[in-house]
């Protein structure tokens, strides 16, 4: 286990450390808010900010670079000026290879009920078996809490007069801070030790990296991603006929590198891309196909990569710039507010009911 004491032997905590990544507890961590909780993959999220340890130049200084998606600094509402934090806890999977030194004397039972055969308990493992993922963006900028913060979910469907007019301006409007991180990982400034595969050709390679949602461990629960060289590909909607060897690369040396690494052939994967993506960098999804219920791979969401080929092959080289494009948008989010009102959908449903008739 990293040490994560200064020079004095003390605990890293507060701003200053979670800035630079070495936090050793969360001591000076205040809850603001819980933005949002899952019960099913017992998660949640939370707003927050520390209390000691910082300046509030580190929310200029490293407002670029965290978690995917911001640009400039968000101070909420409590009227104070330190910045921000969002902290992800989850539970971690179960650890198959130490499962016999979970179920044994050291898991502490706790009866709840019993009706005849059936009975229940809550248990409390010992403190190696009840590990928590953290993860910590810090300093958060209100994009960051949006995307956390739980919301109603819509269906837009976007043109491609739309996507010209409305969602290709916004992409251009975004300040570059907001792909820092990306590039950082691509310039090998950051995560460099997490690289599985790289093809360095500027036109069709990629680098291969493991997710942060995924331990490494589970293979079952294997998530990698695979982030493009090019940067005048934002999404999809840029691709047409001459990306084709690009996305073949993808495909076949991602699949090739997880299988030499994991042992995990190309028939137990899924590969997609998403539309809208959380960033405005062309990258693909490598998932197991054994999480069925993974949420980022919905309808409204994914589309396979061997689509997205098999469409520019078929369909034409610009299929994917003139076809409409059905997808899920929280409310938050600021492409709701500009696509809402045009993608929505029920204007059509009240001329459907003007028209006096089923179709």
């Known amino acids: 286990m990293a040490d994560h004491s200064d020079a004095a032997g003390q605990l890293a905590v507060g701003a200053e450390a979670a800035a630079q990544g070495r936090l050793s507890c ?51 509402s409590s009227g104070s000026s ?49 590990a928590l993922s953290v993860d910590l963006v810090f300093p958060a900028t209100e994009k960051h809490v949006q995307k956390h ?41 950051k995560e460099a030790e997490r690289l599985i595969f790289e093809d360095p050709h500027p036109l069709t ?19 990698c991603l695979a982030l493009v060289h090019r940067r005048d590909l934002p999404s999809l909607r840029s691709l047409d006929a001459s990306h084709l060897p690009l996305l073949r690369n993808v495909r076949h040396k991602g699949c090739k590198a997880i299988k030499e690494r994991y042992g995990v052939p190309r028939s137990s994967l899924r590969l997609f891309v998403h539309y809208h993506p959380s960033y405005w960098h062309f990258h693909v999804h490598f998932v197991h196909a054994e999480m ?47 696509l809402g009102n045009e993608g929505s959908g029920e204007g059509e449903e009240e001329e459907g009911k003007e028209g006096g008739g089923e179709v």
Not at 205 to 223: A, S, T
């Open 82 to 130: 330190a910045p921000l934090a969002v902290l992800l806890l989850g539970r971690k999977p179960f650890d198959k290879v130490a499962i016999g030194q979970l179920v044994g004397e050291r898991l502490r039972l706790t009866p709840d009920f019993a009706n005849d055969i059936y009975s229940k308990y809550v248990g409390f493992p010992p403190p190696e078996h009840a």
């Open 149 to 189: 913060r739980q919301q109603r979910r819509r269906m837009v469907t976007e043109t491609p007069e739309m996507y010209e007019q409305i969602v290709l301006p916004y992409i251009q409007s975004l300040p570059p801070s907001r792909l820092q991180w990306v590039y950082n990982i691509l310039e090998k400034k």
């Open 205 to 223: 390679g990629f680098m291969l990296h493991p997710d942060l949602k995924w331990d490494q461990h589970q293979v079952g629960q294997l998530y």
């Open 292 to 338: 069925g219920s993974f949420p980022g791979a919905v309808a409204g969401k994914a589309i396979l990569l061997d689509d997205v080929i098999d469409n520019l092959c078929s369909q034409g080289g610009d299929y994917w710039r003139r076809r409409n494009l059905t997808l899920q948008l929280g409310e938050a989010d600021e492409l709701w507010g500009l």
């Open 26 to 76: 969360l001591k000076d961590f205040k809850v603001l808010e819980v933005l949002s909780e899952d019960p099913v993959t017992k998660s949640i999220a939370l707003l927050g900010r520390f209390t000691s340890g910082g300046p509030e130049e580190v929310a200029a200084e490293e407002g670029g670079s965290s978690g995917g998606s911001g640009g400039g600094n968000s101070n909420g």
